[in-house]
């Protein structure tokens, strides 16, 4: 056999073995056929609907006096009512008399006109320069600049046809030098200048590149040892050995994954200090920036460095957590790959210049980070914000963990020759269980999460018109859906014992005493917390304006729809949610109260704003304590249910009182609680808890284990 | 005094075509402290599992195993805890040396560092390790590999050796190391349970065998036991005598059995009752 045979021998065998490798044939065809053409011209959709977008808003001008604004309301009136019928929809034009600073031009003034008019306005043929001020590193302001200049633009060649035919008619004709050509061509002079800093230029362009770099280069440091650590480990046949010490798989696997999040990081920062590094001394900066002044905040590095230590953990956990499920090297390589494309798709659809870190991209995983980055260079970003995707991004990461735990330590996953994966997900071969484990919460959790907060976003967004309506569907959706039934469902597939998750028993009768106690007494005390926070973190006006908008439209609805709305439905399915299923699992991990802190930090996290949080924590502990003591449910769906009603029955007595706990009431008339009302409501709330803390010690021991 | 007791133990997993196979089909036995009980069995015969699940690495379908009284699945940290555990074609850190991999072992064995610098010393000696304990892994022999297996199985002291072909693939002069070593640790009281493919070397060293064919427990006793069972001299001709009279009743999966524990367990009793040695083992 000559050696061509012979290469064509291997040849044919190896093509024949590696094709018949379905996951080659899925990277050959599916990745270049249908993921690139779907990515490419999903961002091609997308820029062009953001563009369609911003040529049709309404955008906010501001104007340095009330004479100005007029003059200027007058020309874009002029100015859209000469413009062409066939045209298609454009931008509308708000004028504010408003005396705005350039640094304040953004997203709610977008650009501010000046006005020159040597003449009078309605001169003709004059120069009126038109000055408009704008910041080119804010989308929308841009775009508010060009929608005008083009408006006015149109305007002025309207006039200068105007007056060219103007002359053209007269029979007389005028005196010489009385016209100036230059006037009649060109009626109207409008000038742009941007108010953007070299720093705010410098963060912009910062903001644009370096977040995408940091999630690359993070993501490519931390899938090596994410694959070695796991599925390497398995393959070079150590894991058994260590699975046999007596070491829980949890400790095993944080252990691991905080070996890949430090090198994720490491790598991040190496590759910025270098990409830093290189800018600054090797010319680069210089010779990117000689057209346009920049200078970049560095100082702001080091706060994103660190805004990108959730994100390391996180995508470490996710890689973790996927490796883990592998049992081999290569298996592993496969399973990252979606997984990186996965990361990569949000983190390159928020580089939209339009997309804002608000509503549903703060727990947006992955992308929510990379927005975050570029905002802080651009330093346009709400610490509440920070804190929301600090925490979400701290809840994936966990159940992310918790997932990696659970897998890590599974036969099937361990011993490539017995196991199958079928016996982690199929129904018939789970074994019951009295109550879901800790990842299996974390993981329902996390997922409820956004999707949760997607529903709310979708629902309310900034409007609260049809409220009653939109409660009605929260109710259904999201209260009865997603934390009531949902969870039933998922213990009913994994054969997790119901009742005893759910706590579904009777208490001792003193327990119903104690939180009798409890609920009659927490609002008051809630109220005041509420007054105090009010008072270090004065509310925003536009948060005020939103709940007083939500009272005026509660207050005309029937009492006993307010309290179904908004007090029993949340009481009854928060309570199955927090501190049925969550509350249970947690605590197959954690002692008490760390159990009890965690589940009402999350049911913090899941009331979404920020000025809610606190309080809804506060109360989520002592839920989580009234639950613990009394090993039932029902008590604190009734502590919670007696907590919600309080303000909606108060307030059908006096109608002064807002019937929505939000963050604005303290500065209500209902503001003013005596002292002594005061001080019986906290010596009520503190015999609530003494009663519910006894009323434990009347149960049987034989439940301990359980908890 | 430190023993592993199995009772009923079942475990059967899923196959590809939705039915389950039974590795291991109900089997009960002791190993008790000072002595080295050899569980043997062809290829398949449920050797492997059965000894994970004693390591608390899988867990059964049924039944129960005691290591020094803790239950794996109800306490596997305490049960861990006694066992020293060696797997056949386990792997070791490439990138680590046997001075660095023992440490690590024995601190995740909750040792205190002193101790295990004490402990780690006395194995290089008596395993004949010096001259290899600097080496990274990735470069040993398979003799050299096998030491160090041995050694970090026995980092933390255990009371309770677990030990899966501990002397596959050796040559002539590390095996003899080996199964001294096992001798010496018979010695020092502790309970040994074996696993291998080498009959002559279980019927050397072995206090007392069982024998594992199909998930099922077919015969169990000392030499002297086995011998008067069969009536053959040799344990390979007793293995041999004893598979071919017992592979015709047991079938080899069960179809359509679930999760069920019933049928595994009413399918195991008869069978395990077959040891002839049950007394000499309580």
Same mark, same amino acid.
């Given at each position: 056999?000559?050696?061509?045979?012979?290469?064509?021998?291997?040849?044919?065998?190896?093509?024949?073995?590696?094709?018949?490798?379905?996951?080659?044939?899925?990277?050959?065809?599916?990745?270049?056929?249908?993921?690139?053409?779907?990515?490419?011209?999903?961002?091609?959709?997308?820029?062009?609907?953001?563009?369609?977008?911003?040529?049709?808003?309404?955008?906010?001008?501001?104007?340095?006096?009330?004479?100005?604004?007029?003059?200027?309301?007058?020309?874009?009136?002029?100015?859209?009512?000469?413009?062409?019928?066939?045209?298609?929809?454009?931008?509308?034009?708000?004028?504010?008399?408003?005396?705005?600073?350039?640094?304040?031009?953004?997203?709610?003034?977008?650009?501010?006109?000046?006005?020159?008019?040597?003449?009078?306005?309605?001169?003709?043929?004059?120069?009126?320069?038109?000055?408009?001020?704008?910041?080119?590193?804010?989308?929308?302001? /841009?775009?508010?600049?060009?929608?005008?200049?083009?408006?006015?633009?149109?305007?002025?060649?309207?006039?200068?046809?105007?007056?060219?035919?103007? @002359?053209?008619?007269?029979?007389?004709?005028?005196?010489?030098?009385?016209?100036?050509?230059?006037?009649?061509?060109?009626?109207?002079?409008?000038?742009?200048?941007?108010?953007?800093?070299?720093?705010?230029?410098?963060?912009?362009?910062?903001?644009?590149?370096?977040?995408?770099?940091?999630?690359?280069?993070?993501?490519?440091?931390?899938?090596?040892?994410?694959?070695?650590?796991?599925?390497?480990?398995?393959?070079?046949?150590?894991?058994?050995?260590?699975?046999?010490?007596?070491?829980?798989?949890?400790?095993?696997?944080?252990?691991?994954?905080?070996?890949?999040?430090?090198?994720?990081?490491?790598?991040?920062?190496?590759?910025?200090?270098?990409?830093?590094?290189?800018?600054?001394?090797?010319?680069?900066?210089?010779?990117?920036?000689?057209?346009?002044?920049?200078?970049?905040?560095?100082?702001?590095?080091?706060?994103?460095?660190?805004?990108?230590?959730?994100?390391?953990?996180?995508?470490?956990?996710?890689?973790?957590?996927?490796?883990?499920?592998? /049992?081999?090297?290569?298996?592993?390589?496969?399973?990252?790959?979606?997984?990186?494309?996965?990361?990569?798709?949000?983190?390159?659809?928020?580089?939209?210049?339009?997309?804002?870190?608000?509503?549903?991209?703060?727990?947006?995983?992955?992308?929510?980070?990379?927005?975050?980055?570029?905002?802080?260079?651009?330093?346009?970003?709400?610490?509440?914000?920070?804190?929301?995707?600090?925490?979400?991004?701290?809840?994936?990461?966990?159940?992310?963990?918790?997932?990696?735990?659970?897998?890590?330590?599974?036969?099937?996953?361990?011993?490539?020759?017995?196991?199958?994966?079928?016996?982690?997900?199929?129904?018939?071969?789970?074994?019951?269980?009295?109550?879901?484990?800790?990842?299996?919460?974390?993981?329902?959790?996390?997922?409820?999460?956004?999707?949760?907060?997607?529903?709310?976003?979708?629902?309310?967004?900034?409007?609260?018109?049809?409220?009653?309506? $939109?409660? $009605?569907?929260?109710?259904?959706?999201?209260?009865?859906?997603?934390?009531?039934?949902?969870?039933?469902?998922?213990?009913?597939?994994?054969?997790?014992?119901?009742?005893?998750?759910?706590?579904?028993?009777?208490?001792?009768? $003193?327990?119903?005493? %104690?939180?009798?106690?409890?609920?009659?007494?927490?609002?008051?005390?809630?109220?005041?917390?509420?007054?105090?926070?009010?008072?270090?973190?004065?509310?925003?006006?536009?948060?005020?304006?939103?709940?007083?908008?939500?009272?005026?439209?509660?207050?005309?609805?029937?009492?006993?729809?307010?309290?179904?709305?908004?007090?029993?439905?949340?009481?009854?399915?928060?309570?199955?949610?927090?501190?049925?299923?969550?509350?249970?699992?947690?605590?197959?991990?954690?002692?008490?109260?760390?159990?009890?802190?965690?589940?009402?930090?999350?049911?913090?996290?899941?009331?979404?704003?920020?000025?809610?949080?606190?309080?809804?924590?506060?109360?989520?502990?002592?839920?989580?304590?009234?639950?613990?003591?009394?090993?039932?449910?029902?008590?604190?769906?009734?502590?919670?249910?007696?907590?919600?009603?309080?303000?909606?029955?108060?307030?059908?007595?006096?109608?002064?009182?807002?019937?929505?706990?939000?963050?604005?009431?303290?500065?209500?008339?209902?503001?003013?609680?005596?002292?002594?009302?005061?001080?019986?409501?906290?010596?009520?709330?503190?015999?609530?808890?003494?009663?519910?803390?006894?009323?434990?010690?009347?149960?049987?021991?034989?439940?301990?284990?359980?908890? | 005094?430190?023993?592993?007791?199995?009772?009923?133990?079942?475990?059967?997993?899923?196959?590809?075509?939705?039915?389950?196979?039974?590795?291991?089909?109900?089997?009960?036995?002791?190993?008790?402290?000072?002595?080295?009980?050899?569980?043997?069995?062809?290829? %398949?015969?449920?050797?492997?599992?059965?000894?994970?699940?004693?390591?608390?690495?899988?867990?059964?379908?049924?039944?129960?195993?005691?290591?020094?009284?803790?239950?794996?699945?109800?306490?596997?940290?305490?049960?861990?805890?006694?066992?020293?555990?060696?797997?056949?074609?386990?792997?070791?850190?490439?990138?680590?040396?046997?001075?660095?991999?023992?440490?690590?072992?024995?601190?995740?064995? %909750?040792?205190?560092?002193?101790?295990?610098?004490?402990?780690?010393?006395?194995?290089?000696?008596?395993?004949?390790?010096?001259?290899?304990?600097?080496?990274?892994?990735?470069?040993?022999?398979?003799?050299?590999?096998?030491?160090?297996?041995?050694?970090?199985?026995?980092?933390?002291?255990?009371?309770?050796?677990?030990?899966?072909?501990?002397?596959? %693939?050796?040559?002539?002069?590390?095996?003899?190391?080996?199964?001294?070593?096992?001798?010496?640790?018979?010695?020092?009281? $502790?309970?040994?349970?074996?696993?291998?493919?080498?009959?002559?070397?279980?019927?050397?060293?072995?206090?007392?065998?069982?024998?594992?064919?199909?998930?099922?427990?077919?015969?169990?006793?000392?030499?002297?036991?086995?011998?008067?069972?069969?009536?053959?001299?040799? @344990?390979?001709?007793?293995?041999?005598?004893?598979?071919?009279?017992?592979?015709?009743?047991?079938?080899?999966?069960?179809?359509?059995?679930?999760?069920?524990?019933?049928?595994?367990?009413?399918?195991?009793?008869?069978?395990?009752?077959?040891?002839?040695?049950?007394?000499?083992?309580?």
């Amino acid at each position: 056999m000559s050696r061509i045979q012979q290469f064509r021998v291997i040849y044919r065998k190896e093509l024949t073995d590696i094709l018949r490798d379905r996951r080659t044939l899925l990277a050959m065809i599916l990745i270049p056929v249908v993921l690139y053409p779907v990515l490419m011209l999903g961002f091609v959709w997308a820029a062009q609907a953001e563009r369609a977008s911003l040529r049709t808003q309404q955008y906010t001008i501001a104007a340095g006096d009330t004479v100005a604004a007029e003059q200027l309301r007058e020309l874009i009136h002029r100015a859209q009512a000469a413009r062409p019928p066939s045209e298609e929809k454009r931008a509308t034009f708000v004028v504010e008399v408003q005396d705005t600073p350039d640094e304040k031009l953004g997203d709610l003034i977008q650009a501010r006109v000046d006005l020159d008019f040597p003449e009078g306005p309605h001169a003709q043929p004059a120069v009126l320069s038109i000055r408009i001020r704008y910041s080119e590193i804010n989308v929308r302001s /841009r775009a508010a600049m060009e929608e005008l200049s083009h408006l006015l633009g149109q305007l002025r060649e309207v006039l200068a046809r105007d007056s060219i035919q103007e @002359l053209l008619d007269k029979t007389v004709p005028s005196p010489p030098g009385s016209i100036n050509a230059q006037t009649i061509l060109n009626p109207i002079e409008i000038t742009a200048s941007s108010t953007a800093t070299d720093q705010q230029r410098g963060g912009w362009a910062l903001g644009q590149i370096i977040p995408i770099i940091l999630v690359l280069m993070t993501i490519t440091g931390a899938v090596y040892p994410a694959i070695d650590l796991t599925a390497g480990e398995r393959e070079r046949g150590t894991l058994e050995t260590l699975m046999a010490t007596p070491t829980s798989p949890l400790t095993l696997i944080v252990g691991k994954f905080l070996v890949v999040a430090t090198i994720g990081l490491a790598t991040a920062t190496l590759n910025l200090a270098s990409v830093g590094a290189t800018m600054h001394f090797g010319g680069l900066t210089h010779a990117l920036t000689s057209e346009m002044p920049v200078r970049f905040p560095i100082g702001i590095l080091p706060v994103v460095l660190l805004c990108m230590v959730p994100f390391a953990l996180l995508f470490s956990a996710i890689l973790v957590a996927v490796c883990s499920f592998a /049992r081999t090297f290569k298996e592993a390589q496969n399973y990252v790959m979606p997984v990186i494309i996965g990361a990569l798709i949000p983190s390159a659809a928020v580089t939209l210049p339009s997309v804002r870190l608000e509503g549903p991209m703060l727990v947006l995983p992955v992308g929510n980070m990379v927005l975050l980055a570029r905002e802080l260079f651009q330093q346009t970003c709400a610490w509440s914000s920070v804190a929301v995707v600090m925490l979400s991004t701290t809840l994936y990461a966990a159940a992310a963990i918790a997932l990696a735990a659970r897998l890590f330590g599974q036969e099937a996953v361990l011993f490539v020759d017995v196991g199958s994966y079928k016996t982690l997900i199929r129904r018939r071969f789970m074994r019951p269980s009295p109550a879901p484990s800790m990842s299996q919460t974390l993981v329902l959790v996390a997922l409820l999460f956004p999707v949760s907060f997607y529903a709310q976003n979708v629902l309310f967004g900034s409007s609260v018109e049809n409220l009653l309506h $939109k409660l $009605k569907i929260l109710a259904l959706m999201q209260f009865a859906g997603l934390f009531a039934i949902l969870p039933l469902a998922v213990c009913g597939y994994l054969k997790i014992d119901v009742v005893n998750t759910f706590r579904l028993r009777f208490p001792p009768a $003193k327990a119903w005493l %104690g939180v009798i106690l409890l609920g009659s007494s927490s609002y008051l005390l809630a109220h005041r917390f509420v007054q105090a926070q009010s008072w270090l973190t004065p509310p925003s006006d536009a948060l005020r304006q939103y709940e007083q908008q939500i009272n005026a439209q509660l207050g005309a609805a029937p009492l006993w729809l307010m309290v179904l709305l908004l007090s029993l439905t949340p009481a009854i399915t928060e309570e199955l949610l927090f501190r049925g299923f969550l509350l249970r699992g947690l605590s197959s991990g954690l002692r008490k109260w760390s159990a009890i802190v965690v589940a009402a930090v999350i049911f913090g996290v899941f009331h979404f704003m920020v000025e809610r949080m606190p309080l809804a924590t506060l109360l989520g502990v002592a839920l989580g304590y009234v639950c613990w003591q009394t090993r039932s449910i029902l008590p604190g769906m009734l502590m919670h249910a007696m907590h919600n009603a309080w303000p909606l029955v108060v307030s059908s007595l006096d109608e002064r009182v807002p019937r929505f706990l939000g963050m604005v009431e303290g500065h209500h008339p209902s503001g003013a609680i005596s002292i002594t009302v005061l001080l019986g409501a906290l010596l009520a709330f503190v015999a609530g808890i003494l009663i519910v803390r006894s009323a434990a010690r009347t149960e049987a021991v034989d439940q301990d284990r359980a908890w | 005094m430190s023993h592993v007791e199995v009772r009923d133990l079942a475990k059967s997993f899923p196959t590809v075509d939705g039915q389950e196979k039974l590795a291991v089909a109900g089997i009960s036995f002791q190993v008790l402290a000072g002595e080295i009980y050899g569980l043997l069995g062809p290829n %398949g015969a449920g050797k492997t599992t059965t000894l994970r699940i004693l390591a608390g690495l899988m867990r059964p379908t049924s039944g129960q195993v005691l290591v020094n009284g803790h239950d794996v699945c109800v306490d596997p940290f305490s049960a861990k805890k006694c066992i020293g555990f060696l797997t056949a074609n386990a792997g070791l850190y490439q990138r680590l040396s046997p001075r660095e991999l023992l440490p690590y072992f024995g601190l995740l064995n %909750g040792m205190e560092m002193p101790l295990i610098e004490e402990r780690v010393n006395k194995l290089i000696g008596w395993l004949d390790m010096d001259e290899f304990a600097d080496t990274r892994c990735g470069a040993l022999s398979t003799g050299q590999k096998q030491r160090t297996h041995i050694a970090r199985a026995l980092i933390a002291d255990p009371p309770i050796l677990i030990l899966d072909e501990p002397t596959l %693939g050796l040559d002539v002069l590390t095996n003899r190391t080996i199964l001294d070593f096992i001798r010496q640790e018979r010695q020092l009281g $502790k309970a040994i349970l074996l696993s291998t493919h080498y009959l002559d070397e279980a019927e050397r060293l072995c206090d007392r065998i069982g024998l594992l064919h199909q998930g099922r427990l077919i015969a169990e006793g000392d030499m002297p036991a086995l011998r008067a069972l069969s009536g053959c001299p040799r @344990l390979t001709d007793i293995f041999l005598k004893l598979v071919d009279h017992k592979s015709e009743i047991a079938p080899r999966a069960v179809e359509g059995a679930a999760a069920t524990d019933a049928p595994l367990l009413a399918q195991a009793k008869p069978l395990s009752q077959t040891a002839p040695s049950q007394e000499s083992a309580s």
